[in-house]
């Protein structure tokens, strides 16, 4: 029969599956069994002790460059959902203006241009500017600016993948009913577009989070990111400690995407259950 399926291509297919999951995920568990590694040497196993930990506590260079990862992508990942959707509504919703083409291609540059040449032609204006006015300082502004600029353009893509799926009479049906276009947009919308703007948040955070590139070219003194620490780090050598951050850094992720993935899920359940009321009304 066309439908079924043959048995040794769904033993491929899972094997398949569990290779690629085992592939992705394997480093990333091995990396946290050995933050809790006695010994100083990272591929060697000495026992098991929370040492690392208790260091990680003291290491004040790890852990400003922590605090200031995690400000920096919480400030990227919102200013970048905020400017990705006005970017997508405008792109979607306005099929023709004067420049379309252009304002398309620019937000759509950084998703192929190398980061090497984003991070270098935004320190050269930078410190253009800063020749000129005396702001700002490279620091955690320009270092936000620069990944402002990369999460953007992923937030615009994934914003606009959703737009695009909206059923736009539900959209008339609002202006119909008298509601004026900023009532449309939060009140109908907005709402519709809510896993999409969680998904571009959490994907532009993770982002920002690890990014080296820019932020190498971008920091200043004093303002030093995790990753450039980890980085600047394992050209002497790595130890258990940089597994340890690593693990924090998991955690805080793994949370992050659990919490979104429940919102998601109940914004799904809320809006299937007002589609079927509706129906029922109807």
């Known amino acids: 029969m066309s439908g079924t399926v043959h048995p040794k291509a769904a033993w491929f297919g899972r094997a398949w599956l569990i290779g690629g999951f085992v592939f992705l995920y394997l480093p990333i568990v091995t990396l946290v069994i050995y933050s809790f590694n006695a010994s100083p040497l990272p591929t060697v ?18 852990l400003s460059g922590l605090w200031l990862s995690l400000k920096i992508a919480f ?8 400017l990705g959707t006005l970017a997508a509504f405008s792109l979607v919703k306005y099929r023709r203006f004067t420049g379309r083409t252009l304002f398309n291609g620019l937000v759509n540059a950084p998703l ?4 090497v040449i984003c991070g270098l032609s935004l320190l050269l204006m930078l410190v253009s500017v800063q020749k000129a006015v005396g702001f700002p300082e490279r620091g955690l502004m320009t270092i ?26 539900l959209e008339e049906a609002a202006m119909d009913l008298g509601a004026r276009p900023w009532q ?30 820019v932020s190498a070219f971008l920091s200043g003194p004093g303002a030093t990111t995790m990753p450039l620490v980890i980085f600047s780090r394992a050209r002497l050598g790595l130890n258990p ?32 259950q007002e589609m079927n009321a509706a129906q029922r009304g109807a």
């Open 75 to 82: 400030l990227s990942a919102c200013g970048s959902v905020l």
């Open 112 to 115: 192929v241009m190398p980061e």
């Open 45 to 62: 196993w000495g026992g098991f002790t929370f040492e690392w930990y208790g260091k990680l506590v003291n290491d004040r260079e790890m």
């Open 144 to 169: 936000w600016l620069g990944h402002l600029l990369l999460g953007m353009s992923y937030a615009t893509v994934v914003v606009q993948a959703r737009l695009q799926d909206l059923n736009p009479s």
């Open 184 to 213: 449309v947009f939060t009140l109908v919308t907005l709402p519709m577009i809510g896993q999409a703007l969680a998904s571009a948040w959490l994907l532009t955070f993770s982002l920002s989070l690890d990014d080296v590139v």
């Open 241 to 272: 400690s940089v597994n340890a951050v690593a693990t924090v850094i998991i955690v805080i992720v793994a949370i992050c995407v659990a919490a979104a993935s429940l919102y998601i899920a109940r914004a799904e359940r809320r809006r299937l």
